[in-house]
């Protein structure tokens, strides 16, 4: 096993997490927040807009089984990169589309990636998505964790927004999600 972290932004972790761990090679997913200036912050605090935090997760991932530049690709494609501070509904800093990279490698693959997504013209406006060096992450409370998996049927947010988005990704990448 080569095992690496990634951490990604792309508006609601409730959302974004529900999708990551359906990956080949994901070992774990943790919702939590990163990129602010306050120390232990909690959602409240987070969703206030206060902290400069986003909602972000950490990936652990075999990067003998999934890559970083795939990680990306499923990044890039499940959310909209081109709105700034904002996903949806979702509106706010703690919604910004943000890549935390761990190593110098991670940060040429990002950069790269984004200069090729908006030379192609891949989306109509310009990505916004920022890519900042990871410092901390603050795990999210345990009520945030596994969300989706364990409120997908009684939560409404669940069933009206993360729900359609969970099956518009299984359908574009099921090759490479878990059996």
Partial sequence: MKIELATLGNGCFWCTEAIFQQLKGVLKVTSG????????????????????????LQIEFDANIISFEQLLEVFWNTHDPTTLNRQGN???????SV????????????????KQLNDSATYKDSIVTEIEPFIIFYPAEAYHQNYFNTNGDTVSYCQFVVRPKVEKFKKQFSKIIKD
């Fill in 33 to 56: 927040y990163s990129g602010g200036q306050m120390a232990n912050p909690d959602y409240k605090s987070v969703c206030a807009g206060t902290t400069g935090h986003a909602e972000c």
């Fill in 90 to 96: 979702d509106i706010g800093t703690q919604y910004r």
């Fill in 99 to 114: 890549i935390f990279y761990h190593n110098e490698e991670q940060l040429k693959i990002s950069t790269a990636y984004k």
